[in-house]
């Protein structure tokens, strides 16, 4: 085994552990706390919201829902560095006549809100906006005709969510023992191969003895006696 096999050996295991610690679907996605995010930026027309939703669910996700100000905050910096998003991005949130609230369609609790000051306006068949530029939200009609992008957000997964620290330690000893392992026995491998193209072998014989060594010593022991007898 050449050096240059060595990586191609390893590119199995830290695929593992890159997978291993992997939250998100793919690279396309960006992580916040505990959640992931993707802007689908295309211009789509919609009959209803639900249109919008619909391109979401397809990716395994629900249309953004925002619950803390440190959320927000990190939609409006990734909207403009990373995603390029228009002035307006549709909430995955409705009016709920019965009532008389705001929901958000992925049934998550309403606990946070930033709302400009729009009192007064009829509610019905309303939607949510964040307006990039101020980062508030604003209260529209549902029923647009086109949009430049739709927000979507996916909770990670409950193994990943709600692991414990113990377990990810372990997973982490597993993973880097098995490394480890594997990079001892390459190198292992490599030396002994190596060795083996040189012709380095080690040949354990005992000192070489003549087939006729037996023979002489009896034939000097027969003689030895011989000569005792006629003494």
Not at 147 to 162: D, F, H, M, R, S
Request: aromatic content about 10%; some cysteine.
């Amino acid at each position: 085994m050449t050096r240059a096999a060595l990586p191609s050996l390893l590119l199995p295991l830290l695929s593992l552990a890159t997978a291993a610690v992997a939250d998100c679907p793919s690279s396309t996605w960006v992580q916040f706390q505990d959640s992931c995010y993707i802007f689908l930026q295309e211009a789509l027309k919609v009959e209803s919201i639900e249109d919008m939703r619909n391109q979401c669910i397809r990716q395994g996700a629900d249309m953004i829902s925002i619950h803390n100000e440190e959320e927000n905050a990190f939609i409006l910096d990734t909207l403009k560095k990373q995603w390029n998003g228009p002035d307006d991005i549709l909430l995955g949130m409705f009016y709920d006549t019965d009532d008389a609230s705001f929901k958000w369609f992925d049934n998550s609790n309403m606990t946070f809100d930033k709302w400009a000051d729009q009192d007064g306006e009829d509610l019905v068949d309303t939607c949510g906006f964040l307006y990039t530029k101020t980062g508030e939200w604003k209260k529209g009609n549902c029923e647009v005709f086109s949009v430049e992008g739709t927000l979507c957000k996916a909770a990670i997964p409950y193994n990943k969510k709600y692991l414990s620290d113990n377990h990810i330690v372990i997973s982490a000893l597993v993973i880097a023992s098995t490394v480890i392992l594997a990079v001892l026995g390459a190198v292992i491998w490599f030396l002994y191969r190596r060795n083996s193209d040189l012709g380095f072998t080690t040949v354990f014989s005992t000192a070489p003895q003549s087939p006729d060594n037996d023979d002489c010593v009896l034939v000097v022991a027969e003689e030895n006696e011989y000569a005792v007898q006629l003494d």
